[in-house]
């Protein structure tokens, strides 16, 4: 019940394209659901992040859409650029309980 | 303002010697977080304290990982002895619940490879 599924596992998109990462979680008491990007070599950062109580959170050209009824969500990268080549990974969690985090969606973004 | 500290960076040991790896979290920060990340997985936590106090230690392997967290601030994890599979990176991350903010921290990580 903890885990949360993300796909897919490795993303190719052309400059200025759209990417899209999905993740699914199971746990209905996880209440904040990050996105983090890692760069080879460093420690995940926080990207951008969404609690239940709103479907959509945008941020520059990041948003999260999120369906709570489907135990849904997912990351839109809009004009996607070649420094957006990282791994992404989807987490959840509750309070100051640990991260829960998808297995990682490695994106490359080609010009 | 600095944010999370680790070293060493990296560290390369035979099998069934010991390591250990520091972190100092971000001032002020009292939740501190041992995950461990395998290649191409997401990290996994091994250990969590709240100030001093480990309070999930669920997933530590704890027949050889230690780990401690003295006055509340800085962290040492152990491994002794190392095996082979204990090769990953450990990352350490820290947060704070100031204003119900559970953003966690992240510093750059050990790569740790038994050899």
């Known amino acids: 019940q903890q885990q949360v599924k993300q796909s897919p596992q490795s993303l190719i998109v052309q400059k200025g394209g759209i990417s899209i990462i999905n993740c699914a979680y199971e746990n209905t008491a996880f209440d904040y659901f990050p996105w983090y990007q890692q760069f080879p070599g460093k420690g995940p950062a926080l990207l951008i992040a969404i609690r239940p109580d709103v479907s959509e959170k945008k941020e520059g050209r990041f948003t999260i859409s999120f369906n709570k009824s489907a135990k849904q969500f997912s990351l839109h990268i809009m004009d996607s650029q070649p420094g957006d080549s990282a791994t992404y990974f989807c987490?959840?969690?509750?309070?100051?309980?640990?991260?829960?985090f998808g297995t990682g969606t490695r994106l490359t973004i080609i010009p | 303002e600095a944010g999370v500290v680790q070293s060493p960076r990296y560290k390369i040991i035979e099998k069934k010697q010991p390591v250990a790896f520091w972190c100092n979290p971000i001032s002020g920060h009292n939740t501190l977080y041992w995950y461990r990340q395998n290649l191409g997985q997401g990290p996994e936590l091994l250990i969590r304290?709240?100030?001093?106090?480990?309070?999930?230690d669920s997933q530590l392997p704890k027949d050889r990982f230690s780990a401690e967290r003295l006055k509340g601030v800085d962290s040492t994890l152990k491994i002794q002895p190392a095996e082979l599979g204990d090769s990953a990176v450990y990352l350490c991350a820290s947060s704070s619940q100031a204003g119900g903010n559970t953003e966690a921290f992240f510093g750059q990580g050990t790569r740790l490879t038994v050899v």
């Open positions: 304290y709240e100030n001093e106090e480990a309070v999930d």
């Open positions: 987490a959840a969690n509750f309070g100051n309980e640990k991260l829960t």
